[in-house]
């Protein structure tokens, strides 16, 4: 018998992960280019405005129905107990980090603050933990 809630849940939470990581992806590639000290000229500027509106109201709403949506099928099914639902929690909770990061990247840029280039690699780290959580939950190896 299919669980209609569940699934329902689950395809938008799929949704909201596909939405999340298409804006991360975005925000992540043009970081780099846009890190660079100097004024900010108008192109640059109005690039750094599109990515922090995208940011507001796409990605970071994203995430919050990833998380919303990840704990209510959890708390459904009965998966908290399990070492690969903590494993996926503290790797989603990696990610938002890196979300966080990256957001307060682009509010200093914004205000014409430099930001230092960064030797950590989000880009990297975000496909990692992708790989990561999406072996997790196929697998469900512990």
Known sequence: MIDLPY???LAVHILAVAIFLAGSLVEALS???LSKEGTLEPRRAAELQRLRF???VVT???LFFIWILGLAMTLQVGWFATG???AKIACVAM???IHGSNMVRLQRLS???SV???TFRPLLAMLLLVLAISTLVLAKPF
């Open 95 to 97: 990610l938002t980090l």
């Open 54 to 56: 995208g940011n507001a």
């Open 7 to 9: 699934y329902g849940l």
């Open 111 to 113: 205000r014409g603050r």
């Open 60 to 62: 970071t709403p994203a």
């Open 84 to 86: 690969w639902m903590k």
């Open 116 to 118: 230092s280039p960064s």
């Open 31 to 33: 970081l780099p280019s």
